[in-house]
């Protein structure tokens, strides 16, 4: 098992690694642990696209900001969520 700093800068990584106009999930950046990603974009001081990390469902954990700032960068939306079939970015991308 990763340490937690190890933990930590995987889920670093993986956020850096989304493109702008796409979005992964939660599980996406930090696998079988969503909730940690949520805490370390939380406790981070590093300026990252926060922005691009949505709920697996496609709904916003930060609301009308967030979706602000992917609808900028052209991400798709289906209602209130994001078009996760068009707008999700390949897993072999975020871990490489």
Do not use: C, N
Not at 24 to 46: K, M
């Amino acid at each position: 098992m990763a340490e937690p700093r190890d933990r930590e800068a995987e889920v670093l990584a993986r956020v850096r690694a989304i493109p702008p106009g796409s979005v992964a999930t939660y599980g996406d950046v930090s696998p079988g642990a969503p909730r940690f990603a949520g805490t370390v974009l939380f406790g981070t001081s590093e300026r990252l696209p926060w922005w691009r990390v949505v709920r697996a469902d496609g709904s916003l954990a930060k609301g009308a900001r967030q979706k602000r700032r992917l609808r900028e960068e052209g991400v798709p939306f289906r209602g209130e969520r994001v078009e996760m079939k068009t707008a999700r970015v390949d897993q072999l991308r975020l871990r490489r």
